[in-house]
């Protein structure tokens, strides 16, 4: 199995992107190879500065690079040198099994659409994002690439959502849930109320109901649904609410000589909790919904974000996410089909 | 001055309404007279066992409840001996200035335009809840009575946040800001685009852009505006975070001995953490748009609870809430109207 790796993206770029694909190689390298896309110079520089061996990586030299104030549709069109646009390329034509990549979202996404294209049934990928929860770890979606979405496209991101959690998560009989503002099906918009009844009838996944935003953070459901707009809010309010917090509490402990001397006494709790809601300990976002798998890795990411995202994405490719996301939704749409020939 | 207060709803009732309106007439009650409407037997039986004094307070007697599991349209149409129909009957009638209830949020939401109906521009009142924030408490607007809003909807509440920050909770040229995934302007739905650009031309508020959810709980702006599926979002979700957080937190408190003195050490600042995000503090929910003022109190509100929503009753009064937001949204209007002439 060959993984294309963005080696220019992200804000650490190329050199945690390069101790990251290492990491990963001597990790759980068997049967893996992996293909740098980047300016060659660049990657073999750093390599050499800080002694990361190469071996076992091929480098693909791009000249340009998509950075975060890039447009994504004119990035995504017209940085074809980018070591982005060429890694998505050679992922369409077979040249790699899987793409990750710490650069632009906006542009991923885009060029993903465009170059990879996506799988029967699903118009745009869908942003995932997996989440730090009480219980365990949950599966938000659409986390802010679709902001303005149809109930039949929520009932999809159901689906992809479901096949990611079982495939890649490793959960059994995942449960799906809806976020609204209030656990009846008569709550929310008119687009959520027609997706509650479509979840409700959709044979290939677990649908356990509405779930309140309170209740989200407690990592009860294993995939939890909503549009990217609201996706976006949750997965940026969470993150804020938990500094914010985290913030308070230091102030607490830089009070006195006793409240600092506390924080000695629990500071190894308090990097338990840090380490539970650690982004880069869950892993990167992958897009659901491309024909191919491709995986967004944190832009802050370290080398251990990259490593995991590496890890995401060959579990995907070893447990073939995309044919499996593609026969799920063509069993939802037979579905549908013969409910309506039976109505 | 004469608040009328629903004697009957919330959790706690009627004791911490009786609590909360005896501690209320005690600590600003100069120039301020009270009603209380529900069952009279009960009122009196209640303050007679917890030597509440009722001097200074006239009781209503109405024979009917509305409990949290009626239909909102039904009990407000129906149930006319309810002490919350009657209140905003009487609200309505002018025989009190100010309506306060710890009662069913949709019912009230319904009732209230039913009855009391809204000010000129104004077709449902907004919901708007003081929220604790990291720098300063700030009010959310529209925390969930309305679900789906046009882009002037999201623009009027901009006019009334701003009036009611301003009158009420004291702040000079209060800041407004619009939720949305990303600071720039091209971001978000179509109807939150359009949105931003209305607020961005309105005279009347002091728009200081998007806010990005993580920035949120910093409490850096005066007034956030968003429609009710994503204010509800935001609200339980803060909730469900600070919640988790606290969860995580005692766990590695009651770990062992060491981190059990540490939690004594630090006791007096968690506690003023907690104080600062305690809802009851923070006061009670304006429905904003009414023709004359409504609180809605917390449905858990202890007595604290209540007096703190009856101060804010009172101010509403004093500074002449509803008078003020429909000439701002008077004011709001001729400009458009003025806009579109010269265009």
């Known amino acids: 199995m060959k993984i294309l790796v963005d080696a220019m993206g992200g804000d650490n770029a190329p050199l945690c992107v390069l101790q990251g694909a290492a990491d990963a190689l001597r990790e759980f390298g068997e049967g893996m190879q992996l293909v740098l896309l980047g300016q060659r110079e660049v990657i073999e520089q750093t390599a050499a500065e800080h002694a990361i061996s190469l071996d076992g990586m091929e480098i693909v030299d791009c000249r340009e690079v998509v950075s975060m104030h890039d447009d994504p549709v004119k990035a995504a069109r017209q940085k074809k040198d980018s070591s982005m646009v060429r890694g998505l390329t050679m992922l369409k034509n077979g040249e790699g099994d899987a793409f990750v990549s710490a650069g632009s979202t906006g542009t991923l996404h885009v060029a993903s659409s465009l170059i990879v294209r996506t799988v029967k049934g699903i118009k745009r990928p869908a942003l995932a994002t997996p989440m730090p929860g009480l219980k365990q770890n949950f599966l938000l979606l659409d986390c802010g690439a679709n902001v303005e979405c149809r109930a039949t496209t929520l009932n999809a991101f159901a689906v992809m959502g479901s096949v990611y959690a079982e495939k890649v998560m490793g959960r059994t009989n995942p449960s799906v849930a809806l976020v609204n503002n209030g656990t009846e099906d008569t709550k929310g918009t008119p687009i959520y109320r027609e997706a509650h009844g479509l979840m409700r009838d959709n044979p290939v996944i677990h649908f356990v109901g509405n779930i309140e935003p309170r209740e989200v ?101 070893a447990e073939d996410l995309c044919g499996t996301m593609e026969s799920a939704l063509a069993a939802l749409n037979a579905n549908d089909t013969k409910a309506e020939k039976s109505e």
Request: proline share 3%.
């Open 217 to 317: 953070p407690n990592g009860e459901v294993d995939v939890v649904v909503c549009d990217g707009f609201v996706g976006n809010v949750i997965l940026k309010l969470m993150e804020g609410m938990a500094k914010t917090l985290f913030g308070m509490l230091k102030d607490v402990f830089l009070e006195n000589l006793v409240t600092k001397l506390c924080f000695l006494g629990i500071k190894n709790g308090l990097r338990g909790i840090k380490h539970k809601m650690d982004s880069e300990e869950v892993g990167g976002a992958p897009l659901l919904g491309t024909a191919r798998p491709v995986i967004k890795a944190h832009g802050s990411s370290t080398a251990k974000g990259i490593k995991n995202a590496i890890r995401q994405a060959r579990q995907c490719v």
